[in-house]
């Protein structure tokens, strides 16, 4: 146990200073800190991006993608650039408000992402999210998860997407 408290305090001093010696950072990091836990374990680099940008001071891709990256070596998780028509995205191991409050100085340690906690993510997607079930083929089903408040723009792209998946 002594060993993962003294991991966790160098996590913690690292954070600190790249809290202090980067406005980049300090962007993402007081972002995260004001956000309400919820266990997501993966969040996109558009997603942070549109999320920071509202803040003063602006932040480009390229920041982000490096802060992304030194979260990455101080082990908050890791860094994946996408690929294939996969998005840029940052997997947490740890809470990503509790990375974003030690910064800040608002807490001491930073909190692991367990299997339960990651089990979170899919309770709090539910809230907003509907499951749907369609019997494809005979004794074959598909099941969809979709926001509870779909629009109709949004289904007709959906169909669309499906419509360019058959393999001939």
């Given at each position: 146990?002594?060993?993962?408290?003294?991991?966790?305090?160098?996590?913690?001093?690292?954070?600190?200073?790249?809290?202090?010696?980067?406005?980049?950072?300090?962007?993402l990091l007081d972002y995260l800190a004001g956000k309400s836990p919820n266990g997501?374990?993966?969040?996109?680099?558009?997603?942070?991006?549109?999320?920071?940008?509202?803040?003063?001071?602006?932040?480009?891709?390229?920041?982000?993608?490096?802060?992304?990256?030194?979260?990455?070596?101080?082990?908050?998780?890791?860094y994946i650039v996408g690929r294939h028509g996969h998005p840029s995205r940052f997997?947490?191991?740890?809470?990503?408000?509790?990375?974003?409050?030690?910064?800040?100085?608002?807490?001491?340690?930073?909190?692991?992402?367990?299997?339960?906690?990651?089990?979170?993510?899919?309770?709090?997607?539910?809230?907003?999210?509907?499951?749907?079930?369609?019997?494809?083929?005979?004794?074959?089903?598909?099941?969809?998860?979709?926001?509870?408040?779909?629009?109709?723009?949004?289904?007709?792209?959906?169909?669309?997407?499906?419509?360019?998946?058959?393999?001939?």
């Amino acid at each position: 146990m002594a060993e993962t408290d003294g991991a966790n305090i160098q996590q913690v001093r690292k954070l600190r200073k790249l809290y202090r010696e980067d406005p980049a950072a300090r962007s993402l990091l007081d972002y995260l800190a004001g956000k309400s836990p919820n266990g997501r374990l993966t969040t996109t680099v558009d997603e942070l991006l549109l999320e920071i940008q509202r803040a003063p001071g602006g932040v480009s891709r390229a920041q982000l993608t490096e802060v992304l990256r030194e979260l990455d070596m101080i082990g908050c998780g890791q860094y994946i650039v996408g690929r294939h028509g996969h998005p840029s995205r940052f997997l947490w191991s740890v809470e990503m408000v509790s990375v974003g409050a030690a910064a800040a100085r608002k807490r001491d340690e930073i909190i692991a992402l367990t299997e339960d906690t990651s089990d979170e993510d899919d309770r709090d997607e539910g809230k907003s999210m509907k499951r749907h079930v369609y019997n494809l083929r005979h004794e074959l089903a598909v099941e969809l998860q979709l926001p509870s408040d779909l629009t109709p723009a949004e289904a007709s792209r959906l169909a669309k997407f499906i419509e360019t998946l058959p393999i001939v």
